[in-house]
């Protein structure tokens, strides 16, 4: 998709580095020694009981989702929308579009749909708008 749309709020287990403004995983430095590995970390993202970092950013395709999303948050702290311009993400960026990662590997998602995740960040330069 061209666009994609990053909620953060409180709870998020990501956090924005105040030199770059890129949107930084918990855990950057993570990587995939096989299928099986892909496929536990993906479950352990989106198992929310889960709190151990992660290297995933979640982000969705359709605009009003993400606004589903952050109105569901924690009405007491801030919640941001950053819109995301894919062309400007850097070459190298793994997107995954859940969904279709979801069946590949068998792992049960319901909620998967409009759902894309983005391996350890998003560069600053890509955030048209928040």
């Keep these: 998709p061209k666009y994609l749309w990053r909620v953060t709020h409180s709870g998020s287990r990501s ?3 105040p030199t770059t403004g890129d949107l930084i ?3 950057r430095a993570r990587s995939f020694s096989d299928e099986a590995d892909l496929k536990q970390a993906i479950s352990h993202h989106i198992d929310w009981w889960n709190r151990q970092p992660n290297c995933f950013l979640s982000v969705f395709s359709d605009e009003r989702h993400a606004r589903n999303w952050a109105e569901q948050r924690d009405r007491t702290s ?7 311009d894919t062309t400007m993400l850097p070459t190298d ?3 995954f579009d859940l ?3 979801s069946v590949t590997l068998g792992i049960s998602h319901p ?3 409009h759902e894309f995740l983005i391996l ?3 560069s600053a330069r890509s955030i048209i708008s928040t």
Excluded: E, G
């Design 15 to 17: 956090w924005r580095d």
């Design 25 to 27: 995983a918990a855990d």
């Design 78 to 84: 801030p919640t941001y929308i950053h819109k995301i």
């Design 93 to 95: 960026a793994c997107l």
């Design 99 to 101: 969904n279709w990662i």
């Design 111 to 113: 909620f998967a749909s």
């Design 120 to 122: 350890h960040h998003v």
